[in-house]
């Protein structure tokens, strides 16, 4: 049986299918040793392959608490980690602070080797000047090394070289030319460096799991992919978006099944708010920044905005109403959960009769409205607004900062969000999808049904990757050497996961290209096909509004991309049957208080259509549907809600 | 009800002005756009007030409001127009920023002005980068005065090419100059969604909201500060023509409802290109008050700051220079200085704030020929702070360009980078340590001209209650057997196998040890 499990800050989600049928299950997470709960959450399972969505290398990292490693660069440049790009994090802050580091000063090594722009050696790496680096790390063991040397993209040998002479030191070694073959040094380390302290935690934890788990694992990468837990404890850096990259990728998959391919996703969370746009395939970045490191692998380009339904509203001193980035979290949380008395979103929903206290968590979790009224009411007074008035204004403003993000993902990037369904997962999101949606004149929001555990569901439908890229820095007219570079980079591709043992024949290449006007600093992704300057041009103009006719062209990367099969590709959804009656509860709108009706998704049935406003809920997702709006329930219970008149 | 309005509108008007700033960078040419985002954008009332600005470094800060103010009454603006100028004497920083103001038109009544500036790669002049030791503004690059770029929607294309041919790589700064249009275009579209989604009454009402709330919000922070005068004097360490000190001296006054800033015991305009034009000094002050505020939250950025305070400057000193004098260190060099002197003389009004003074340069380099121009600055330390050590090899205060990858610059250009790294034991010493300066050598291997504009190679920055002042920085030329320590500032001509090393200042310590 092959099952998925995500392993999420608060809860761990499991997802599998009987006969062909979703099932679901969720627990508690256990952050001290997350693999209890995912033994708990499998107990009575006869699971063959798990695939599985971890944010073990994410935390290790955000706490940093990763392995001891070592550092090694070319002569000269030790301190490339510390230096970064020069710039401070924050303009006007006199108490800004650096990154925190991952390596200590002391165990950054420069080693005497030089290689030019062109890849010729300039000064060799000798056996003596290994053996001098070995000893000083002899000297100052470490778990793990990073070797990061200057352009290393276009003649990996003396990195090569280095590995093989720690190796038989039993050190997890990462070499930048295997992990990120392109130039910009910095980015390039940073990725290498991530990994090799990433390494060491990653194996640990998959060691322990194996052991009570001894079966096929595979681990969710950023890229929507998945690969063996073999090969993720040499790729620890690949598995930092994990579960995220698992919840877009089902996104895309359910969306699809529906007959849309055009969607921004959002997952509202506690603390926090993911959000994607996606145009048929699923969109990468390469700049993709975790807790101030650059990382240069290929990304799923998810977007995070500090807004969720822990953010705290403020007062500044200013007078003005602030939600956020500071969250209430899991821990003390929310005034209404009992622990704290700091006024988040949730209490604002609380008060506005968005959430009903009886059916949270389905009613295994009493929310204290009486605490949330007192936590809303220090902001009340301070604005001279009444307490329901003040919670609509909370929500107001937690909302324009998802706009924001929204906006950053689609307009700022030449894409109209008009043409896009909101397609919309996680606990939160459903009690703001509405206003978001209106703000940006987006027409058709998508809610499936199992929204609560939707990152595992994606990670059950998610194929096997593996990406690979390569610096060429050739002139979009050397149409022979292109053709060249891509035909060595597939044999490459081909041979190293033949050597993992994966069925090749499964396997599909995807090619692009990273391409630019010659002296621009910023390249564009785009497939490699015969057209590809055409369609250059064309994603310039979209992106920027012009293009330059006749301007030289530069071929900066190759990517390489495999892509194997799902392992499940079908599924149905059937609900739950439940004793539950709908009734009549009262929400404030901007109108004041309406009476709305109180539906349980378990209740509808497929092609029925209802008319907002009205709350649709279940246990770990409930939905505010403002008038305005038609609700249709569509294959698989997915709800799917339109403004009237489209 | 304001007070969440003020949020939302907040948001939306930054969103435009931050939108505008990525399309720039993200397509422009210039190395000092893409990598160094040494650009502004910002939106205007139909005032010429600032209501918000999307700025990567601070130094353009006064210099769009003062731009502005300066270009408004010359035209009489109609839809369609876009004016171009980077004239230092009518709100202008030096030549190379070049400056696009568009107007937008709703119906027929003039609404806002949108504005971007960019630092591009060359603007012509002697030396290449148009960032060399002169003496004239003539010999630093084409003088841009106000003029149309564009009248009712038709491109002044004659004016254009005559221009564009007096810049290195012309192809390049047409593309730039494409950017900065089409950033202007997409926030113009912006504004008019804007517009249909909340009406053009509410926009300008909470434009005015916005203004206000960070004028009460400035008031506050002047509020907290007894009443009294705080003077502090430093020095830049020469002209580039003669070594003599340079004094800079401000005189800081808290008032009940305002704060006078009074320069005009500054020295004397200088011979060389130090000269800092009075936008310049006005971003400075700018810059050291938006970091005071920002310690009591996160307000917005718009001419509502600045109303509280009064900046007094003599036409004729080194802070309010009189043309045609030059003018392209006054923005890097000079900004560096006023913000040191400034923090110098409000550390005994904040002295739980306040830190001690950072490397207080950019080290700028300038490397070329006749066919190409390559530009970039270095960071140092930045000085230790009332509880904490001062962060190592980063920009600080009026800058925060990246650096360029030394795997691009190798490819792009015949230079090799031979070490970059920190500079150690360079940060002063006290309770709180000042950060590290850094090192970077090059090795030339081609026959290039090169252009140094350093400072804090004759004074060190300084430290405060007793922590000691930071390493001076170093400027070193070794030529075959030949090790040349170099002056801060200077052109030269270098053959292939000739080494520059720069060490950049360290931060001034804070506290006694």
């Given at each position: 049986?092959?099952?998925?499990?995500?392993?999420?800050?608060?809860?761990?989600?499991?997802?599998?299918?009987?006969?062909?049928?979703?099932?679901?299950?969720?627990?508690?997470?256990?952050?001290?040793?997350?693999?209890?709960?995912?033994?708990?959450?499998?107990?009575?399972?006869?699971?063959?392959?798990?695939?599985?969505?971890?944010?073990?290398?994410?935390?290790?990292?955000?706490?940093?608490?990763?392995?001891?490693?070592?550092?090694?660069?070319?002569?000269?440049?030790?301190?490339?980690?510390?230096?970064?790009?020069?710039?401070?994090?924050?303009?006007?802050?006199?108490?800004?602070?650096?990154?925190?580091?991952?390596?200590?000063?002391?165990?950054?090594?420069?080693?005497?080797?030089?290689?030019?722009?062109?890849?010729?050696?300039?000064?060799?790496?000798?056996?003596?000047?290994?053996?001098?680096?070995?000893?000083?790390?002899?000297?100052?063991?470490?778990?793990?090394?990073?070797?990061?040397?200057?352009?290393?993209?276009?003649?990996?040998?003396?990195?090569?070289?280095?590995?093989?002479?720690?190796?038989?030191?039993?050190?997890?070694?990462?070499?930048?030319?295997?992990?990120?073959?392109?130039?910009?040094?910095?980015?390039?380390?940073?990725?290498?460096?991530?990994?090799?302290?990433?390494?060491?935690?990653?194996?640990?934890?998959?060691?322990?799991?194996?052991?009570?788990?001894?079966?096929?694992?595979?681990i969710q990468q950023s890229n929507g992919g998945w690969l063996t837990a073999e090969e993720a404890l040499h790729f620890s850096v690949h598995t930092i978006l994990s579960g995220p990259a698992g919840g877009v990728n089902g996104a895309l998959i359910w969306a699809k099944s529906l007959g849309r391919s055009k969607i921004i996703t959002i997952d509202m969370g506690g603390t926090s708010t993911d959000v994607c746009l996606i145009k048929e395939e699923l969109p990468f970045t390469k700049e993709y920044f975790l807790d101030g490191y650059p990382l240069g692998i290929p990304v799923i380009d998810i977007h995070t905005v500090g807004a969720g339904g822990g953010s705290i509203a403020y007062v500044d001193k200013g007078g003005a109403l602030k939600v956020g980035p500071e969250s209430a979290s899991a821990e003390p949380g929310p005034a209404c959960y009992g622990k704290g008395n700091l006024p988040t979103v949730t209490d604002a929903n609380l008060l506005l009769g968005r959430l009903l206290p009886e059916i949270f968590l389905g009613g295994k979790f009493k929310l204290q409205r009486e605490r949330a009224e007192r936590a809303i009411y220090s902001i009340a007074k301070t604005i001279g607004l009444s307490l329901e008035e003040t919670a609509l204004g909370i929500i107001k403003v937690a909302n324009i900062n998802m706009v924001r993000a929204l906006r950053k993902i689609s307009l700022e990037r030449g894409y109209d969000p008009q043409e896009?369904?909101?397609?919309?997962?996680?606990?939160?999101?459903?009690?703001?999808?509405?206003?978001?949606?209106?703000?940006?004149?987006?027409?058709?929001?998508?809610?499936?049904?199992?929204?609560?555990?939707?990152?595992?569901?994606?990670?059950?439908?998610?194929?096997?990757?593996?990406?690979?890229?390569?610096?060429?820095?050739?002139?979009?007219?050397?149409?022979?050497?292109?053709?060249?570079?891509?035909?060595?980079?597939?044999?490459?591709?081909?041979?190293?996961?033949?050597?993992?043992?994966?069925?090749?024949?499964?396997?599909?290449?995807?090619?692009?290209?990273?391409?630019?006007?010659?002296?621009?600093?910023?390249?564009?992704?785009?497939?490699?096909?015969?057209?590809?300057?055409?369609?250059?041009?064309?994603?310039?103009?979209?992106?920027?509004?012009?293009?330059?006719?006749?301007?030289?062209?530069?071929?900066?990367?190759?990517?390489?991309?495999?892509?194997?099969?799902?392992?499940?590709?079908?599924?149905?959804?059937?609900?739950?049957?439940?004793?539950?009656?709908?009734?009549?509860?009262?929400?404030?709108?901007?109108?004041?208080?309406?009476?709305?009706?109180?539906?349980?998704?378990?209740?509808?049935?497929?092609?029925?259509?209802?008319?907002?406003?009205?709350?649709?809920?279940?246990?770990?997702?409930?939905?505010?549907?403002?008038?305005?709006?038609?609700?249709?329930?569509?294959?698989?219970?997915?709800?799917?809600?339109?403004?009237?008149?489209? | 009800?304001?007070?969440?309005?003020?949020?939302?509108?907040?948001?939306?008007?930054?969103?435009?002005?931050?939108?505008?700033?990525?399309?720039?960078?993200?397509?422009?040419?210039?190395?000092?756009?893409?990598?160094?985002?040494?650009?502004?954008?910002?939106?205007?009332?139909?005032?010429?007030?600032?209501?918000?600005?999307?700025?990567?470094?601070?130094?353009?800060?006064?210099?769009?409001?003062?731009?502005?103010?300066?270009?408004?009454?010359?035209?009489?603006?109609?839809?369609?127009?876009?004016?171009?100028?980077?004239?230092?004497?009518?709100?202008?920083?030096?030549?190379?920023?070049?400056?696009?103001?568009?107007?937008?038109?709703?119906?027929?009544?003039?609404?806002?002005?949108?504005?971007?500036?960019?630092?591009?790669?060359?603007?012509?002049?002697?030396?290449?980068?148009?960032?060399?030791?002169?003496?004239?503004?003539?010999?630093?690059?084409?003088?841009?005065?106000?003029?149309?770029?564009?009248?009712?929607?038709?491109?002044?294309?004659?004016?254009?090419?005559?221009?564009?041919?007096?810049?290195?790589?012309?192809?390049?700064?047409?593309?730039?100059?494409?950017?900065?249009?089409?950033?202007?275009?997409?926030?113009?579209?912006?504004?008019?969604?804007?517009?249909?989604?909340?009406?053009?009454?509410?926009?300008?009402?909470?434009?005015?909201?916005?203004?206000?709330?960070?004028?009460?919000?400035?008031?506050?922070?002047?509020?907290?500060?007894?009443?009294?005068?705080?003077?502090?004097?430093?020095?830049?360490?020469?002209?580039?023509?003669?070594?003599?000190?340079?004094?800079?001296?401000?005189?800081?006054?808290?008032?009940?409802?305002?704060?006078?800033?009074?320069?005009?015991?500054?020295?004397?305009?200088?011979?060389?290109?130090?000269?800092?034009?009075?936008?310049?000094?006005?971003?400075?002050?700018?810059?050291?008050?938006?970091?005071?505020?920002?310690?009591?939250?996160?307000?917005?950025?718009?001419?509502?700051?600045?109303?509280?305070?009064?900046?007094?400057?003599?036409?004729?000193?080194?802070?309010?220079?009189?043309?045609?004098?030059?003018?392209?260190?006054?923005?890097?060099?000079?900004?560096?200085?006023?913000?040191?002197?400034?923090?110098?003389?409000?550390?005994?009004?904040?002295?739980?704030?306040?830190?001690?003074?950072?490397?207080?340069?950019?080290?700028?380099?300038?490397?070329?020929?006749?066919?190409?121009?390559?530009?970039?600055?270095?960071?140092?330390?930045?000085?230790?702070?009332?509880?904490?050590?001062?962060?190592?090899?980063?920009?600080?205060?009026?800058?925060?360009?990246?650096?360029?990858?030394?795997?691009?610059?190798?490819?792009?250009?015949?230079?090799?980078?031979?070490?970059?790294?920190?500079?150690?034991?360079?940060?002063?010493?006290?309770?709180?340590?000042?950060?590290?300066?850094?090192?970077?050598?090059?090795?030339?291997?081609?026959?290039?001209?090169?252009?140094?504009?350093?400072?804090?190679?004759?004074?060190?920055?300084?430290?405060?209650?007793?922590?000691?002042?930071?390493?001076?920085?170093?400027?070193?030329?070794?030529?075959?057997?030949?090790?040349?320590?170099?002056?801060?500032?200077?052109?030269?001509?270098?053959?292939?196998?000739?080494?520059?090393?720069?060490?950049?200042?360290?931060?001034?310590?804070?506290?006694?040890?």
């Open positions: 049986m092959l099952v998925a499990v995500d392993t999420g800050g608060t809860f761990t989600d499991l997802v599998y299918l009987e006969n062909s049928t979703i099932k679901t299950s969720k627990l508690f997470s256990t952050p001290k040793d997350p693999s209890q709960a995912v033994l708990n959450i499998l107990k009575d399972l006869k699971v063959k392959v798990l695939i599985h969505g971890t944010t073990v290398g994410t935390n290790a990292f955000l706490e940093r608490k990763g392995a001891k490693i070592a550092f090694i660069t070319t002569l000269g440049f030790e301190d490339l980690l510390f230096i970064g790009r020069q710039a401070r994090p924050s303009l006007y802050d006199l108490w800004v602070e650096k990154p925190k580091p991952i390596v200590e000063k002391t165990n950054c090594l420069g080693i005497k080797e030089r290689v030019n722009a062109k890849g010729e050696v300039l000064i060799p790496l000798t056996s003596s000047e290994v053996q001098r680096i070995i000893n000083l790390i002899s000297q100052n063991p470490v778990e793990a090394v990073a070797i990061c040397l200057l352009h290393s993209y276009l003649y990996p040998y003396h990195e090569k070289k280095l590995k093989e002479a720690f190796l038989p030191l039993g050190l997890s070694v990462s070499i930048s030319s295997e992990i990120l073959s392109e130039f910009r040094e910095f980015e390039r380390a940073s990725t290498t460096a991530i990994n090799a302290y990433l390494n060491p935690v990653i194996q640990k934890y998959l060691t322990v799991l194996k052991e009570k788990l001894p079966i096929k694992i595979y896009f369904s909101l397609f919309c997962y996680g606990g939160a999101a459903g009690l703001h999808v509405c206003a978001l949606a209106k703000e940006l004149g987006i027409k058709e929001i998508i809610i499936p049904k199992i929204a609560g555990s939707f990152s595992a569901f994606g990670l059950l439908f998610s194929p096997p990757i593996k990406d690979f890229s390569q610096t060429v820095w050739l002139p979009s007219k050397e149409t022979k050497l292109i053709n060249q570079a891509v035909e060595n980079l597939k044999k490459y591709a081909l041979k190293y996961i033949q050597k993992f043992g994966m069925p090749s024949e499964d396997f599909k290449f995807e090619i692009f290209l990273d391409l630019r006007y010659k002296g621009q600093g910023f390249e564009l992704t785009i497939p490699f096909q015969e057209n590809y300057l055409k369609d250059f041009e064309e994603e310039h103009y979209r992106q920027f509004g012009y293009t330059l006719s006749g301007f030289p062209v530069e071929v900066v990367n190759l990517r390489v991309r495999l892509k194997g099969k799902p392992l499940v590709s079908t599924w149905k959804v059937i609900p739950q049957k439940k004793n539950f009656s709908s009734f009549i509860t009262k929400v404030f709108t901007e109108k004041g208080f309406v009476e709305v009706p109180v539906i349980s998704w378990d209740s509808l049935k497929i092609g029925e259509t209802l008319k907002g406003p009205l709350l649709v809920w279940e246990d770990f997702t409930t939905l505010w549907v403002e008038e305005n709006l038609r609700v249709i329930v569509e294959d698989n219970y997915t709800l799917v809600l339109k403004y009237e008149g489209y | 009800m304001k007070a969440i309005e003020l949020e939302i509108f907040n948001k939306l008007f930054s969103a435009v002005a931050e939108e505008m700033g990525i399309v720039l960078r993200r397509s422009a040419f210039s190395p000092n756009i893409r990598e160094r985002c040494d650009f502004s954008c910002a939106i205007f009332d139909e005032e010429g007030e600032l209501i918000a600005q999307a700025s990567h470094i601070p130094v353009h800060l006064g210099a769009m409001p003062s731009t502005m103010e300066s270009v408004k009454p010359l035209f009489d603006w109609k839809p369609g127009d876009v004016v171009i100028t980077n004239d230092p004497f009518s709100g202008g920083t030096h030549l190379p920023d070049l400056t696009l103001i568009k107007p937008i038109f709703f119906k027929d009544t003039l609404t806002f002005f949108l504005v971007v500036r960019a630092h591009h790669a060359d603007v012509g002049g002697r030396y290449a980068g148009s960032m060399a030791v002169t003496s004239s503004l003539e010999e630093e690059g084409v003088l841009i005065k106000p003029t149309y770029l564009i009248r009712e929607n038709r491109l002044e294309e004659n004016f254009l090419n005559s221009l564009l041919r007096k810049f290195r790589n012309p192809k390049e700064r047409e593309g730039d100059f494409k950017a900065q249009l089409f950033s202007l275009k997409r926030g113009e579209n912006r504004l008019r969604e804007l517009a249909l989604n909340y009406g053009i009454s509410k926009l300008k009402e909470m434009a005015s909201a916005l203004k206000e709330y960070s004028f009460k919000a400035m008031s506050t922070l002047l509020r907290s500060v007894p009443l009294g005068s705080y003077t502090f004097t430093d020095y830049l360490d020469d002209d580039g023509f003669e070594i003599k000190d340079i004094p800079i001296t401000v005189k800081i006054t808290f008032k009940e409802e305002e704060v006078l800033v009074d320069f005009t015991s500054s020295a004397s305009q200088v011979r060389g290109c130090l000269n800092a034009p009075r936008a310049v000094t006005y971003s400075a002050v700018y810059y050291v008050f938006l970091s005071l505020l920002n310690t009591l939250g996160d307000f917005p950025i718009n001419q509502g700051c600045f109303k509280p305070i009064k900046i007094i400057t003599k036409p004729g000193t080194i802070v309010d220079p009189l043309p045609p004098c030059a003018v392209a260190g006054g923005n890097v060099e000079t900004s560096q200085r006023l913000v040191d002197v400034l923090l110098g003389a409000l550390t005994l009004a904040f002295p739980e704030i306040i830190p001690s003074a950072s490397c207080g340069t950019m080290n700028n380099v300038a490397i070329g020929n006749n066919l190409w121009a390559y530009y970039e600055t270095i960071g140092g330390g930045m000085g230790a702070r009332p509880g904490k050590d001062g962060l190592s090899g980063v920009h600080t205060h009026m800058t925060n360009t990246l650096n360029t990858p030394v795997e691009a610059l190798e490819h792009d250009y015949p230079i090799r980078i031979e070490r970059y790294s920190l500079r150690k034991n360079s940060g002063g010493l006290g309770k709180f340590k000042g950060g590290e300066g850094l090192i970077r050598e090059y090795l030339f291997l081609e026959k290039l001209s090169v252009c140094l504009l350093s400072e804090r190679r004759r004074y060190s920055p300084y430290g405060l209650k007793g922590g000691k002042p930071g390493a001076k920085g170093e400027n070193w030329l070794i030529r075959k057997e030949e090790t040349l320590l170099l002056p801060g500032k200077i052109n030269l001509l270098v053959n292939p196998g000739d080494r520059l090393i720069i060490m950049t200042p360290g931060g001034g310590g804070w506290g006694e040890l």
